[in-house]
């Protein structure tokens, strides 16, 4: 059986991305992952966010992560 964590699978999407110096990083959406981008958001963490609910099946989080300049342009 295999057990996954999506919090944790979101989180490390994240950080992956920043260390690999990604600008933007695209994560499978649901309701969960959406009330946390917005959370850290409110608390500094992310630059910018937006939501595509018509892409996929489940839509995507796309997030601007906030230590690149270059990623002002989402």
């Given at each position: 059986?295999?057990?996954?964590?999506?919090?944790?699978?979101?989180?490390?999407?994240?950080?992956?991305?920043?260390?690999?110096?990604?600008?933007?990083?695209?994560?499978?959406?649901?309701?969960?992952?959406?009330?946390?981008?917005?959370?850290?958001?409110?608390?500094?963490?992310?630059?910018?966010?937006?939501?595509?609910?018509?892409?996929?099946?489940?839509?995507?989080?796309?997030?601007a992560?906030?230590?690149?300049?270059?990623?002002?342009n989402?």
């Amino acid at each position: 059986m295999i057990v996954t964590d999506p919090i944790a699978d979101y989180l490390t999407r994240i950080r992956n991305a920043q260390m690999a110096g990604h600008k933007v990083v695209e994560i499978p959406s649901s309701n969960m992952k959406k009330a946390i981008t917005e959370i850290l958001y409110e608390y500094g963490y992310i630059l910018k966010y937006k939501f595509d609910d018509a892409a996929g099946k489940q839509g995507i989080i796309s997030i601007a992560l906030k230590y690149d300049p270059m990623s002002k342009n989402l």
